[in-house]
């Protein structure tokens, strides 16, 4: 199941119950989905088994499973807001607090740059409307 | 929208909102998952009203709810696909408002109770249970619709001002989509749709016209359980227009904007019971409306030969019936229907897309704390209103529009269905087998009927 309480199933799916979660930072506010996972195959230290260490998030994170033309899509939103040098984002796993309907993070807004569509659309367009 | 308002507002206004489903943990309704789980969304705790206080405090809620309701159900949409279907066929679409409130009942209730269950909202689940790609599908199928039933119920608003004050609806376009965009941006949202609710009352005025119509009334009886096929009518013409009178009923916005009501007011296991009795009893009263719409029109339009080409046509049964203050209390009901509905499908287009990329969503924040919530609806309106504005003929769009919804109904409903079945997302609150099978006939009558018409209207070219 993708709602998962860990207590009861103690290990859980990765690419079919955490992938595609939704995101709270601290604030008990959405910020995103999981969009991909990062596990680490370095072998700086052989014999050491592969581990998870980020979980990645963001536009553009999200287009590239759409392929060539949501990446360009993406691409094009973050060039219309202004901001500059977009890149997926990745949380590392050391920050996640918990897995349970949602993803948690130990993730303040300012800390990360998770929201920065959200708080470009903020500051750009909104500041200058009345009662936003 | 009906059942949110029926109860979500009601109760909220008589101060009795029950406590967060992700605070009890004794709750029996909660899947484990819910259970486990706290949620951003506030919770309110003070003065709860206790014991028969709060039962009598909840009736009262329920009334006025209901009351909203009625006004709530009847859309542009409604106006136009059930005044054109008596027009053009007298009683012989009257069948399709059975279907009509079983599939709406029975949908709308699905979705309350999933979100309710699994304490996530409808666009989260869809996503999660068939990922980012596939799900993307319904999102875009119900976007494109909500975008054209937002032209809809702004060329509603527009042309019932044109109606009443003779001045063309291509000025009262922009009017009617600003005065929504600032009901939302400064979230005077509850008030105004409790309110345009209310005034949309009015619109029963068409119940009252179509008994002073003196209908034959055995005969009427006879239409609503027997579907007939209009005897002198092109089979693709009627196809179609069973098509469009299905997508006003269900219109996709609805189950999205309901739902999300009721995560956003943190509805509990409790609620399921209310949950269940207002989807039925306020598409009754929709369907009562609607049956009224469609047979004031067969007792005025159809026998003139008569066709809705604009709101003044609908409004003719009306008219006949009370004259001068009939067409102006039609006029006003449609201003307000339609008023309300456009914020709703507003909301819902917005609520859709932030639930499927996680961005934070509701109502209730400021602009400034949910900046993409605010700002896609922002682009709906300007959108819709573009539209309206290139001049599109807003009776052929309206019926157009209704008859694609229910087109992009399936992909909604089976998403929806899939969930409401899955027991890692809804616990003990999976569909009985009874409503699974009720939901598997509208389904499959929504899916043969959409897929016959298109072609038979090409073959027998039937003008509408």
């Known amino acids: 199941m ?27 506010l959405r910020c995103g989905k999981v969009d991909d996972l990062v596990l680490d195959l370095s072998d700086a230290d052989p014999g050491r088994p592969p581990e998870l260490v980020a979980l990645v998030t963001g536009p553009l994170a999200y287009a590239r499973t759409l392929g060539r033309v949501g990446t360009a899509l993406a691409r094009g939103i973050y060039r219309l807001l202004g901001i500059r040098d977009p890149h997926p984002v990745e949380v590392p796993w050391s920050r996640v607090r918990q897995v349970d309907v949602m993803v948690r993070l130990d993730l303040s807004r300012a800390e990360c740059d998770v929201n920065a569509v959200s708080d470009t659309v903020r500051d750009r367009l909104f500041a200058h409307l009345p009662g936003a | 929208m009906l059942e949110r308002r029926l109860i979500g507002v009601a109760l909220h206004r008589w101060g009795i909102d029950p406590p967060s489903p992700f605070v009890d943990p004794r709750n029996p309704y909660m899947s484990d998952a819910a259970r486990t789980s706290s949620t951003a969304l506030p919770t309110r705790h003070d003065d709860q009203p206790t014991g028969r206080g709060r039962g009598l405090r909840r009736l009262a809620g329920l009334a006025l709810g209901v009351l909203a309701g009625v006004g709530g159900f009847v ?19 009257l069948w399709t408002v059975i279907p009509g409130i079983a599939g709406f009942a029975i949908y709308a209730e699905m979705s309350g109770r999933v979100v309710i269950a699994s304490g996530r909202a409808t666009f989260d689940l869809i996503r999660d249970r068939l990922g980012a790609r596939l799900s993307l599908l319904p999102l875009a199928a119900l976007s494109l619709v909500n975008v054209l039933t937002l032209v809809v119920e702004i060329c509603g608003m527009a042309l019932a001002v044109q109606l009443l004050t003779r001045v063309s609806y291509l000025v009262w376009v922009p009017l009617a989509a600003l005065a929504l965009v600032l009901v939302l941006w400064r979230a005077g949202f509850e008030a105004l749709d409790n309110a345009a609710a209310l005034c949309g009352l009015v619109i029963l005025i068409t119940v009252v016209a179509a008994v002073r ?8 009886g006879r239409s609503l359980f027997h579907p007939s096929p209009g005897e002198t009518h092109p089979a693709g013409l009627y196809l179609f227009s069973v098509v469009s009178l299905l997508g006003a009923y269900m ?7 309901y739902s999300s009501g009721a995560l956003e007011q943190s509805w509990t296991g409790d609620d399921l019971v209310t949950n269940r009795s ?15 719409l469609m047979v004031a029109a067969a007792q005025v ?3 003139a030969h008569a066709q809705v080409r604009s709101l003044a046509d609908a409004a003719k049964p009306v008219a006949t019936a009370f004259g001068e203050v009939g067409l102006v209390l039609f006029g006003l009901g449609t201003f307000a229907v339609s008023a309300g509905a456009g914020l709703e499908t507003a909301l819902s287009g917005t609520y859709s897309v932030c639930q499927y990329f996680g961005w934070d969503w509701g109502k209730q924040p400021r602009p400034h704390q949910v900046p993409l919530f605010h700002l896609l609806y922002l682009v709906m309106f300007v959108l819709a209103a573009g539209i309206a504005l290139t001049g599109v003929d807003p009776i052929a769009l309206t019926i157009l529009t209704m008859a694609l919804a229910a087109v992009a109904l399936p992909f909604t409903f089976i998403p929806l269905l899939i969930v409401a079945n899955d027991r890692d997302y809804v616990g003990e ?9 009720v939901a598997g006939i509208i389904l499959a009558l929504l899916i043969v009927v959409a897929v016959a018409a298109v072609p038979l209207l090409i073959v027998t070219g039937g003008e509408s």
């Open chain 1, 2 to 28: 993708k709602a998962v309480s860990p207590e009861r199933y103690g290990r859980i799916e990765l690419g079919k119950h955490l992938v595609d979660k939704s995101l709270l930072d601290r604030d008990d």
């Open chain 2, 75 to 93: 859309d542009m949409g409604g106006v136009i696909t059930s005044s054109q279907a008596g027009a053009q066929f007298r009683y012989a679409l």
């Open chain 2, 213 to 220: 119509l003196h209908p034959e009334w055995g005969q009427v």
């Open chain 2, 251 to 257: 219109t996709p916005y609805q189950f999205e904007f």
């Open chain 2, 278 to 292: 207002s989807a039925i009893v306020g598409t009754i009263f929709g369907g009562v409306i609607t049956i009224g």
């Open chain 2, 301 to 303: 339009l159809h026998p």
């Open chain 2, 429 to 437: 609150q999976t569909n009985t087998r009874a409503i699974n099978a």
